[in-house]
Structure formats: C-alpha cells, structure tokens
C-alpha cells in the first residue's frame, strides 16, 4: 500500500511505515496540489500545519487512515473522514511526560523566581535578595483535572514532597491514592492550594473555571500554572490578580489567543510566559510519530487503532437498525451526566427490544462520548470507549432484553456516582429521537439542545410561575411535558428552550417555595 508523509515526520516513524508499505514524503504540498495526488494512498500523515478538508478527502478515493502525529486533530474534517469511511488516528500520549515535565519547571520557575533573575543579571545587576524564592516542599499542590497528564504532574509533584489535593468527578478516590493525591472539590482547591495547575479540555464547562469569583477567593500567595488550554483561566482576572498582589506569580505556556498578542499576561508582573512548549520536545516529537505510525499500520492491517477519534462505518445491516439510536444515545448520555451532578462511576446500559438483536457496543460508547463529553478532550468511540472509561475508573455494564414494553426498542442508562442514581430512557419513533423516561417519571418529548428540568411540589400555579419567570427573562419555552407519580405529591417538569437560562434565573426558579431542585441541561452533540 501506499502512505504519504505530507509533513516532517520523526525518522523513527518513517522507518516503521517503511517496514510494511511503500512510503512517499512529499512536504510544503498546497492543497490544490494534496487534491491531485491523494487518490493515488491509501493513508496519510500529518501533524498541525496540512489542512485535510472535506474538498481533499472527496478526492481521497483510496484513502483508509488518517495518521496525525500530535494530540489535537483541528486541521482534519473528521465530519467529512467518518463519511468518507476514514479512520482517524492520533497521538495523545506521546506528549504526556513532555507536558507535566513543562509543568513542574514552571512551577519551580516561579518558586525561585527564576526569569526574573535571569534578566536582572543580563543588565548587569546582583540583587540577590530580590529573589527570595520559597520551596515547594511542604506545600499544597491543587490538580484539577487527572487524566493522563495531572496524574504525571502528581507523581512529580510527589517526588518534590509536596501535598496534593486534586479534582476530576471521573476519577476514583482509590485511583486518586495510587498517584498520591486526596481528591477534593473546586472550591477546597482554591481555598487551600498554594501552587494551582490545571488539565482539562477546554469547552463550556471549563472555559474561565478559573475566573473572577475563584480568584477572590485564592489563598494569598497562591502560584498559578497553565499548561493545558488557553482560556480555562481567565487572563484578564490572573493579570488583575497579579497586579493587586492577590497572585503571586503566574506561569502560562498556553493563551486564548495564540501568539497572545493584547493579552494582560504580557503587562502583568510576576509572569513567567512561554509559547505553547509542552509537548516540543525531541522525545514527544518522537512518541508522537511512532505512535500515530504505529496506528496507520494497524488500521492498513485491518485491526483495531487504540487512538481512532473517529468511529469507523457500520455494516449496512447494523447501520440500518444501530445509526438512528447513536445520537439518542449520545443525548441519553449528556443528560443523565449533567442530571447525576456528579462524576458517573458506573455505566449501565439496557437496550431492549428489537435492538437487543444487535451488537449494540457502538451504543455503549454513544454513551460513553455523552457522559464524558465536558470530562475529556479525547473523542469518544468504538475503539476507544472502554479504555477511556476504564482509565477514569468509569464501570461500564450491557444488558440486553427482547421485552422493551409498549416500545419496539427502548435505550435505557443507569448512571451511579457519590451523588446518587439517576435514570434515562429514549426511543426512537418516526426517525426522530424521544426521551421517554427520567428516574421513575414517564414522558414523551423530543430531546432538546437546552432543557430546563424542575422537581417542585404538585401545586396549583407552580408552572405558571415557572413559566412567568423564565418569560420575565426573555427565555421562550418551545415545549414541555410534565409528569408525576402522585396527585399534589412531587412532579417532575421538563422544558425546551430556545434560550440560555442565566445562572441568575435558575437560582430564582430553585428559591421558589414550591420548587425543589432545577436542572439546565445542555444535549446538544459537539462533532
């Protein structure tokens, strides 16, 4: 077979592609000249800088693989790949050791005050005793986010004898321990930490999860570190932080925008600022190739990619029975994850029905991207779904019935963590996906971008009001169901909209006498 190099690839990676199929390097390709030429591969390589748009991959007509030799897979159309029956491929672990290592020096950078030193002797100075640092033995390292680069941090940071408090809903306690860290929420981190680092994707969820309110509320004296996703924190809040003495020092590699040109870091005292190093090492440059190459050959060979970000074409027989449930499920799974308020510790799936006659793996991993949609920047799929639960110590359980009630199929998840139950059912019925069940409350609604739920007493007026307030903020209902067990006993409401509902408005809806608990449910599917 055929593979083409269209970016500089580590020779360890070539020579692995070299060992099995025919190899061309072609670099500095323009993209009308990538269109007349990848009809002849049948996989190709890149890293970040070869755009593969929907324009290339329609000319890719033996195209299998997709190779990119890096974490990030934004230069490729996945859209357009999975339609093309492209299998993409990437690397997410090669830069592992290279991003906690950045980490840990800038963390030390700051201790000891290290480039600010360094320019003070370069204008010929020596003022040591400008540069007390302090050490970071003893001291409380707060993680938020420990998938496979904070666990690295952690053993580090274990080795510099440092405590460690960390925060991921989809990490255990016991998996926690094996990296020496006492897991605890948001807020215990920001109160107790001295040095904070953060590793997490960067999406609505985490965007500014380090803001204003968290900075007002940092241990004075506190160190700040990002070597993860510009915009997780906020830049203008750490400069102002910076500025008023609140922060002691601040170490990014990463910006909202790269170069960070206007950026308040720039200005901001007590900075130590370097341009998105983490994985630009000769190491991780090497891992990355060997393990993108290593996937190529997998999938020319016709076995599994570990990393596929993608998930391959179905057979037509279970496409036709599976693929209308696959966004249902999806769905299934961001709602009962944002429901739980909690990280899921265990996954039960139940497909009933004429379903139940499938191999229903690709619901399961559906699932799976739902839940851990806001928890991993990784995709979520049939190839990588049960080693990413499992990573995240995520139980996942299949169950199958031929008995789905009054419905020909029914999905059904169970999802269980610290914080409790929670239940969800779907079906699918004149091709469009319903929700059908939540906890032991049956319904009947079209699944939503944005829901609103509310639990509230079964009193006279208490959806009028609901409805009035929601109103008063310009939000408009597009639908509703309402269900309950009991008369005047406790009902269950669920709203569409077609609004964002302020986090202002929910805390009014929730202080309502009558109201229990509310819920903002986002479902919508990222792609």
Known sequence: MKILVAEPL????????????????????????????????????????????????????????IGRAGVGVDNVDLEAATKAGVVVVNAPTGNTVSAAEQTIALMLALARKTAAADASMRKGEWKRSSFTGVELRGRTLGIIGLGKIGQAVADRARGMEMNILGYDPFVTAEQAAMHGVTLADIDTIIAKADVITVHVPLNKATRGIIGPDQIGKLKPGVMLVNVARG??????????????????????????????????????????????????????QVRVAEEACEQVIDVLAGRSARYAVNAPLLTPETA???????????ILGRFAAQYLRGGVKTLTVDVAGDLANCDVSQLTAAALRGILANATSERVNLINAGFLAKSRGLTVNERKTSDAGTFASLVTLTVEGD????????????????LVQID??????????????????????TMGRIGLMLGEADVNIS?????????????????????EVSDTVASAIRNHPAVLDVWVIRAATER
């Open 10 to 65: 580590a020779k360890q990676g070539l020579e692995i592609l070299r060992a099995h199929h025919e190899v061309d390097e072609k670099i500095g390709l323009t993209p009308e000249e990538l269109c007349g030429i990848i009809g002849e591969y049948d996989a190709l390589l890149v890293r970040s800088q070869v755009k593969v748009t929907a324009e290339i991959l329609a000319h890719a007509s033996r195209l299998v693989v």
């Open 419 to 434: 914080t409790g139950k929670a239940v969800v059912a779907g079906t699918v019925a004149n091709g469009e996906p319903r």
């Open 231 to 284: 915009g997780v924190y906020d830049e203008a809040a750490v400069a102002q932080g910076l500025a008023d003495g609140k922060i002691a020092g601040a170490a990014f590699d990463v910006y909202e925008n790269e170069p960070p040109v206007g950026s308040p870091l720039l200005t901001a005292p007590n900075t130590v600022l370097t341009p998105h190093l983490g994985a630009l090492t000769a190491e991780a």
């Open 479 to 499: 639908s509703m169901h309402l269900a309950r067990t009991t008369a005047r006993q406790d009902a269950l409401m669920l709203l569409a909209l077609d609004d």
């Open 320 to 330: 036709r029975a599976i693929t209308p449930y696959l966004p249902l499920t999806e």
């Open 440 to 461: 032991d409350n049956w319904l009947d609604m079209a699944p939503a971008p944005l829901m609103l739920v509310t639990r509230h007493k079964d009193k006279p007026g």
